[in-house]
């Protein structure tokens, strides 16, 4: 079975697949002083949870945004799984071009996802992913990475304006009722989630424009969901798109080495 690790700066997520379907996934802050013990105890109990063992995992690939956990992830996979893990961006095969100035700057979230919608969907896209940045990724029809916009995540906007605002509360982000608020919490609600879906539809469109073709909107991560229904810009709620990618690198991997 194959031990897939998606981390990102807010949470990581693990997902074990048999060969032909996921057959478990957990979720976990990301902690970046995590050891690969502490790892392994986490995921002891929850594979046995699921019927599973460490005996079950035969391979692993890791896609992290986060280099100073990358070393301990590693080690988790050599140390409990006896096997060096494939890694996004270090020893995988993607089979994409990155057409950007700086190719190296792409960071393995992005790359994931460019493939995993790519094999999902024709033509040319934009991919926005809702996480610790809202980030909107322009894939080619022919799945290369063409160019990104990055804004800050709706959840680290809460979190900066409750801190530089001394009587503004932390709010949960909700879809409010009604646009103009009638108190503290509903306006910032309103501010919020009105903003960001103005900060969704202003960028599709002016991305659309630039690159002179019609495009499908893809909309994953952790957030995403509270969109739906709430602009008519995104085409498609996709929260098996990062999965989807890194088994897609994985297959890909195996194969040219096997090639």
């Not at 050891?35 to 105890?41: F, I, M, N, S, W």
Request: include cysteine; charge should be negative; hydrophobic fraction near 45%.
């Amino acid at each position: 079975m194959l031990l897939a690790i998606e981390q990102g700066n807010t949470n990581t997520l693990f997902a074990v697949h048999d060969g032909d379907t996921w057959v478990a996934q957990w979720r976990a802050s990301t902690d970046s002083t995590k050891t690969a013990d502490e790892y392994a105890v986490y995921l002891y109990q929850l594979l046995q949870m699921s019927g599973l063992d460490f005996k079950s995992i035969t391979d692993c690939i890791i896609s992290s945004v986060v280099p100073q956990s990358l070393f301990n992830l590693r080690k988790l996979a050599q140390r409990y799984f006896h096997k060096q893990p494939y890694v996004v961006g270090d020893n995988t095969v993607l089979g994409i071009e990155v057409r950007i100035d700086k190719p190296k700057e792409a960071g393995a979230d992005r790359l994931v996802n460019a493939i995993g919608a790519h094999i999902a969907y024709s033509g040319p896209l934009i991919v926005i992913d809702s996480g610790t940045a809202t980030t909107f990724d322009v894939v080619a029809a022919d799945g290369a990475l063409e160019g990104t916009a990055i804004a800050p995540g709706i959840n680290l906007s809460v979190q900066a304006l409750h801190l530089a605002a001394a009587k503004l509360p932390r709010i949960a982000i909700e879809r409010p009722a009604h646009i103009i608020g009638k108190d503290t919490v509903s306006a910032m609600q309103s501010g919020i989630f009105w903003g960001y879906v103005g900060l969704i539809e202003y960028l599709v469109t002016s991305i659309q424009a630039e690159y002179g073709q019609k495009m499908s909107v893809i909309a994953t991560g952790g957030v995403a969901s509270l969109f739906e229904g709430a602009t008519d810009k995104i085409d498609h709620f996709d929260p098996d798109l990062t999965l989807r990618g890194l088994l897609e690198i994985y297959q890909r991997t195996v194969g040219a080495s096997k090639a």
